[in-house]
């Protein structure tokens, strides 16, 4: 019984932990997105099978964080269904977007940018995110 609990209580940290860094994305806050982030954390963001970005550590997070915070005037990403399995947790995500500039692949600024996405967050024993993989 006690294992239990002990399972319940990591899985709601960790989604708690996820809900955070969700809510700092919203309000482009990148300080409180890295808060729970290993040092050596692995972002990859997967559009269409293939990877697209690649980042690892902090300081690479933060720096590409940052930069990324020009690519639209506002962003949102939506929570729609959380699956915990082992140390990860596998989230389906509504995400809503206005460019703020003109991309390559077409969309201009001032375009409504709308997808349909996961997110996999990979913890570490100490409950610090260790991998990070958007897929759209």
Known sequence: ??????????????EEIIQEYINAYNSKDVNKMIENLSDDV??????NHEVTLSIQGKDAFREQAITALSYFSTRKQTILKT??????????????????MDFPNGIKKGDKVKLKGKSIFE??????????????
């Open 1 to 14: 019984m006690q294992k239990i609990k002990t399972i319940r209580k990591t899985r709601k940290m960790k």
């Open 42 to 47: 692995l972002f990859e963001n997967i559009s």
């Open 83 to 100: 699956r915990p399995n082992g140390n990860s947790v596998e989230i389906d995500i509504d995400y809503e977007a206005i460019a703020a």
């Open 123 to 136: 913890f570490s024993q100490n409950g610090k995110i260790v991998k990070l993989t958007d897929i759209s």
